[in-house]
């Protein structure tokens, strides 16, 4: 099982990112996939995670109205677009899958990529 996160980067505040995670290893069907993110110094944070099944979504309260999650089943890639980023989204952004259930609880999740950096400045 791998996960490979894409698209992290540089941006100004105000501008946008999208992030792909791509999985290989298992089959999509019946998992949950989600987002947690780190900046230095602080805990993993839960951003958002999709349930693959019926695409199911759930955001944190930091995030919800700028980031949307979406997943390509084809492709086995979820995806994060994130809009109107603000220096405080800035930290490792991790992609996550677990086989039953979702939440954003860092401790169910099974299986782990190795992190984008998304560094937004003012």
């Known amino acids: 099982v791998q996960l490979v996160e894409s698209g992290g980067g540089l941006v100004q505040a105000g501008g946008s990112l999208t992030l792909s995670c791509a999985a290989s290893?298992?089959?999509?069907?019946?998992?949950?996939i989600a987002w947690f993110r780190q900046a230095p110094g602080n805990e993993r944070e839960g951003v958002s995670c999709?349930?693959?099944?019926?695409?199911?979504?759930y955001y944190a309260d930091s995030v919800k109205g700028r980031f949307t999650i979406s997943s390509d089943n084809a492709k086995n890639t979820v995806y994060l677009q994130m809009n109107r980023l603000k220096p405080e989204d800035t930290a490792v952004y991790y992609c996550?899958?677990?086989?039953?259930?979702?939440?954003?609880?860092?401790?169910?999740?099974?299986?782990w990529g190795q992190g984008t950096q998304v560094t937004v400045s003012s």
């Open positions: 996550a899958a677990r086989r039953y259930g979702w939440g954003l609880r860092a401790a169910d999740y099974d299986y």
């Open positions: 290893g298992f089959t999509f069907d019946g998992y949950a």
């Open positions: 999709i349930s693959i099944n019926d695409n199911t979504t």
